[in-house]
């Protein structure tokens, strides 16, 4: 089974920048496309972003393009969420997720229900 940390959420003031990162342990991320979700209280999770297992693909939600980007390191299995110019509504708890597809190197998505591995979670809060 393949577990996720992640790490890197705190307080931020909006026009600021956080790092999220998420490590992997139990299998290799090669094999695996990655998301990063967040869910806000009230509100349905939503996908943020997404890199297939390849790298070569990534995806991400209209709401965050052009401020967020999404990268990945196999050699140290993490993959990273680069967070610039934040809002008061990116404040979520935010989540990364795997899904495993070894023979779909460009395969990237932003269903929640198509990841079937999940961290706990870092919550992300932008006020003044």
Aim: charged share 15%; net charge positive.
């Amino acid at each position: 089974q393949l577990q996720l940390v992640e790490s890197g959420g705190g307080l931020v003031q909006p026009g600021g920048s956080l790092r999220l990162s998420c490590a992997a342990s139990g299998f290799t991320l090669a094999n695996y496309a990655l998301g990063w979700f967040r869910q806000a209280p009230g509100k349905e999770r939503e996908g943020v972003s997404c890199i297939s297992s390849s790298g070569g693909n990534t995806n991400y939600a209209d709401s965050v393009k052009g401020r967020f980007t999404i990268s990945r390191d196999n050699a140290k299995n993490t993959v990273y969420l680069q967070m610039n110019s934040l809002k008061p509504e990116d404040t979520a708890r935010y989540y990364c997720a795997g899904l495993w597809s070894p023979l779909l190197p460009r395969l990237c998505g932003l269903s929640a229900g198509a990841f079937g591995s999940w961290g706990q979670g870092t919550q992300v809060t932008v006020s003044s």
